[in-house]
């Protein structure tokens, strides 16, 4: 009979596009929902609100992609430069590389003889693969990628942003604070939630934390707004 391979779908695997995408569109809801109110409390009238809420999206998805990719891409020259001396001490050293592979297998339980059995196998399947998985921690699923991290995060920061800005353009002035701030704690909860089930951690209390930093940063620009709408 055939033999057919067993796949186990791991959360880990969606850690690196469900992190970037989770705090892009988070950002964008929470900064562009807190700038629109704080906007609104200061008695603005419709054209600078929409102004506020339109330069909050592009200067946000802008700064987000910029940071996304200046980090991963930080990251990636790391992981690159690791293997970069990896490759010259495998090509150098290759005993003392087989015997700190086989101490690490030793560590994780392995007797010494399998360890070393184990190593061995291993470099000659590939050298490089295994001491970058299992001594420097860097797989292939894991890997840094500054361009996608950078457009992950403009085009969820986008999507977040879009969604108190378009329910300021069907709210009137007047209604902004309350219905752009009870909308986008909505969709910061479900958001949270969301993230949660997809990672499988729990959800109440990934959609409480959420939607309490949400609601903080919303208030506390309101607060602002009113008080400098007040003063001028």
């Known amino acids: 009979m055939p033999r057919h391979r067993h796949r186990e779908h791991h959360r880990t695997e969606r850690i690196?596009?469900?992190r970037a995408a989770v705090l892009g569109a988070n950002d964008g809801i929470v900064s562009t929902a807190s700038l629109?109110?704080?906007?609104a409390a200061a008695n603005a009238d419709?054209?600078?609100l929409m102004l506020a809420g339109v330069a909050a999206l592009v200067a946000g998805a802008m700064s987000m992609a910029a940071g996304?990719?200046?980090s991963v891409s930080?990251?990636?020259d790391t992981e690159a430069a690791d293997l970069a001396r990896e490759r010259t001490?495998?090509?150098t050293q290759s005993e003392a590389e087989h015997r700190e592979l086989a101490a690490i297998y030793v560590s994780r339980g392995l007797t010494p003889d399998l360890a070393t059995q184990v190593a061995r196998q291993l470099m000659a399947h590939d050298a490089l693969a295994a001491h970058a998985r299992d001594e420097l921690g860097i797989s292939p699923q894991a890997a840094a990628r500054p361009v996608q991290a950078a457009l992950t995060?403009?085009?969820t920061f986008s999507v977040g942003a879009a969604l108190p800005l378009l329910t300021a353009v069907a709210t009137p002035t007047h209604l902004v604070?309350?219905?752009v701030t009870a909308s986008s704690l909505v969709c910061l909860v479900a958001l949270g939630a969301l993230a949660a089930r997809a990672g499988r951690a729990p959800v109440l209390i990934a959609a409480a934390r959420v939607g309490f930093w949400g609601a903080l940063a919303m208030g506390l620009t309101a607060a602002v707004g009113r008080a400098f709408g007040t003063a001028l």
């Open 36 to 39: 629109m109110v704080g906007v």
């Open 153 to 155: 995060s403009a085009l």
């Open 89 to 91: 001490e495998l090509a």
């Open 16 to 18: 690196g596009w469900l």
């Open 46 to 48: 419709r054209a600078g």
């Open 68 to 70: 996304e990719y200046v």
């Open 74 to 76: 930080s990251q990636a």
């Open 177 to 179: 604070v309350p219905t």
